[in-house]
T-cell receptor
Framework: EAGVAQSPRYKIIEKRQSVAFWCNPI?????LYWYQQILGQGPKLLIQ????????DSQLPKDRFSAERLKGVDSTLKIQPAKLEDSAVYLC???????????????FGPGTRLLVL | AQKVTQAQTEISVVEKEDVTLDCVYE???????LFWYKQPPSGELVFLIR??????QNEISGRYSWNFQKSTSSFNFTITASQVVDSAVYFC?????????????FGQGTRLTINP
């Protein structure tokens, strides 16, 4: 079974530029998460999708971050415009379960490492 | 507060030594789950264990063991006879309700280096 795929693996941009990350979850997984992991810290949830609907985006900085999950499969996370403090690893995870039970069974991708100069 | 503290930022041991990673949590929930994840250099988080608050039995899986103590709000992780492949960053996490939604709250992580 293929794991969670993410691209690109690395991205370097200048502040105020835009950037987009892509995630392809494990086939059939209903729930998809995006996390931000700043260097030296644990991951922080940005947004949770169940199929193509948003379950929780309370920690997403909506003035600059946006995410979508078209057709309940792939997802993209966008930052526009980027700030220096957005430098982090962006992790995507998926789960075959829904609601709170999805947290018990998450499969993580390798992440996209973003550096904002 | 819903919080996880991993006080050990980095640990370095020689192969075959035993090592314990500490995790202390704070939660206002009466029912909760605790997790440990491993993050190797490749970047993805690998699930190791999940424990619910009703089950205080310690668990052993091969060289890995976990000691859950509600009285001290701790969920420590021990690797016996460590190996170089155990080198990674390890995260303890708490499933908590924050702003009305269930989330995983992660500790800061402990970077474990096993030297040959």
């Amino acid at each position: 079974e293929a794991g969670v795929a993410q691209s690109p693996r690395y991205k370097i941009i200048e502040k105020r530029q835009s950037v987009a990350f892509w995630c392809n979850p494990i086939s059939g997984h209903a729930t998809l998460y995006w996390y931000q992991q700043i260097l030296g810290q644990g991951p922080k949830l940005l947004i949770q999708f169940q199929n193509n609907g948003v379950v929780d985006d309370s920690q997403l900085p909506k003035d600059r971050f946006s995410a979508e999950r078209l057709k309940g499969v792939d997802s993209t996370l966008k930052i526009q415009p980027a700030k220096l403090e957005d430098s982090a690893v962006y992790l995507c995870a998926s789960s075959p379960r829904t609601s709170g039970r999805a947290l018990e069974t998450q499969y993580f991708g390798p992440g996209t490492r973003l550096l904002v100069l | 507060a819903q919080k996880v503290t991993q006080a050990q930022t980095e640990i370095s041991v020689v192969e075959k030594e035993d090592v314990t990673l500490d995790c202390v949590y704070e939660t206002r929930d009466t029912t909760y789950y605790l997790f440990w994840y491993k993050q190797p250099p490749s970047g993805e988080l690998v699930f190791l264990i999940r424990r619910n608050s009703f089950d205080e039995q310690n668990e052993i899986s091969g060289r890995y063991s976990w000691n859950f103590q509600k009285s001290t709000s701790s969920f420590n992780f021990t690797i016996t006879a460590s190996q170089v492949v155990d080198s990674a960053v390890y995260f303890c996490a708490l499933r908590a309700i924050i702003q009305g939604a269930q989330k995983l709250v992660f500790g800061q992580g402990t970077r474990l280096t096993i030297n040959p």
